[in-house]
Nanobody, 119 residues
Framework: VQLQASGGGLVRAGGSLRLSCTAS????????MGWYRQAPGKQRELVAA???????NYADSVKGRFTISRENRKNTVFLQMNSLKPEDTGVFYC??????????????WGQGTLVTVSS
């Protein structure tokens, strides 16, 4: 599965950005797509994820500010980020996880898109 992400950029604190990521290739019907973030000097952390049936999961730090959604017909996931804070700055990586988890499951990563929030 190949992933193409877009939507990063520079925004002031309090502003909004919308990331999108489209998957192509052998798309398993049952899957999870989402976003990780890697801030400078820190490990990559999960920001939000959404399953193919719409179940969502968010990092505590973004609950109430970020909303993840997806359009299964287009194999696209979106991350609407509102009330952005400087600590949200980082490279956002889209991922695709095939389900169920097992010997044949796999995870694919997008190329990363930079989000910079200025104070």
């Amino acid at each position: 599965v190949q992933l193409q992400a877009s939507g990063g950029g520079l925004v002031r604190a309090g502003g909004s950005l919308r990331l999108s990521c489209t998957a192509s290739g052998s798309i398993f019907t049952i899957n999870v797509m989402g976003w990780y973030r890697q801030a400078p000097g820190k490990q990559r952390e999960l920001v939000a994820a959404i399953s193919s049936v719409g179940s969502t999961n968010y990092a505590d730090s973004v609950k109430g500010r970020f909303t993840i959604s997806r359009e299964n017909r287009k194999n696209t996931v979106f991350l609407q980020m509102n009330s952005l804070k400087p600590e949200d700055t980082g490279v956002f990586y889209c991922y695709f996880q095939s389900l169920p988890i097992g010997p044949s499951s796999f995870r694919s990563w997008g190329q990363g898109t930079l989000v910079t929030v200025s104070s």
